[in-house]
């Protein structure tokens, strides 16, 4: 079965931090990270592009860490510093061959 699989979002304080891990099923890699709050579209928060160099969202920059294993199954972000701004569903982009397919998403919350 073709799909990629999120875990790690919950409830945090803001300033808090939350490790998301994103594990793709045989033949299919994990690129990157998305997120979609209520209401907006979904935008990009860090991606391994084919070149394997690192693109983050200016959001991003400073405070989350995308990295993944050597076999490129798992991909995870880490996410320090969060604010209430960065409360959304997470999302996980992978390739299967030259197809885009997407997780079921996990929800981060960044509340007091």
């Known amino acids: 079965q073709v799909q990629l699989v999120e875990s790690g979002g919950g409830l945090v304080q803001p300033g808090g931090s939350l490790r998301l891990s994103c594990t793709g099923s045989?033949?299919?890699?994990?690129m990157g990270w998305y997120r979609q709050a209520p209401g907006k579209e979904r935008e990009l928060v860090a991606l391994?592009?084919?070149?394997?160099?690192?693109k983050y969202s200016d959001s991003a920059k400073g405070r989350f860490t995308i990295s993944r294993d050597k076999a490129w199954s798992t991909l995870s972000l880490e996410m320090n510093s969060l604010k209430p701004e960065d409360t959304a569903v997470y999302y996980c982009l992978g390739l299967y061959g030259s197809a885009s397919i997407w997780g079921p998403g996990t929800q981060v919350t960044v509340s007091p």
């Open positions: 045989t033949t299919v890699n994990p």
């Open positions: 391994f592009n084919r070149d394997r160099s690192i």
